[in-house]
């Protein structure tokens, strides 16, 4: 019998990476908030009727919001990507931006009825023994280096 596993040491959850498709439409939404910033102001300055500054605000508005939603995207709020209505479009359905703003896959990963098979079990990568899984830690372990992979 052999002596029990020790507990590995500790890990800390990966960061989220940012696409780079959000990111590119992140940059989008700021660039419009620039531009209607623009004309916000140039609708205040050049015009002078009375309706004129209802519109300056309403625009001012826009632009305010628009910044939010860039913002939102950039950190991976689900709210901005419905909002921002981009949420139908089809670089939303890569795995890698469903994962960032937290939604399920929107494929299954193996077709319905298929049986899943379970995966080989992994080699170690320095000494090229097969590892053994612990269940208790959620890792692998190599009986022969005595250490976790």
């Not at 991976?76 to 670089?91: C, D, E, I, M």
């Not at 494929?107 to 990568?125: E, K």
């Amino acid at each position: 019998m052999s002596a029990p596993y020790p507990p590995p040491p500790p890990t800390y959850p990966p960061r989220k990476t940012r696409p780079s498709a959000v990111t590119k439409y992140a940059a989008y939404m700021f660039v419009a908030s620039i531009i209607i910033t623009i004309f916000a102001v140039l609708e205040f300055i050049l015009y002078s009727y009375p309706w004129s500054y209802v519109i300056g605000i309403i625009t001012a508005l826009l632009a305010v919001l628009a910044f939010i939603v860039g913002v939102g995207l950039f950190i991976g709020q689900r709210w901005a990507l419905t909002f921002s209505g981009y949420g139908n479009r089809a670089w939303t359905q890569a795995p890698d931006v469903r994962e960032f703003f937290g939604l399920p896959p929107a494929y299954p990963a193996y077709p319905p009825g298929a049986p899943a098979t379970a995966p080989p079990s992994p080699i170690c990568p320095t000494c090229g023994q097969p590892l053994t899984y612990v269940q208790q830690y959620q890792r692998w372990y190599c009986d022969k280096e005595q250490k976790y992979v």
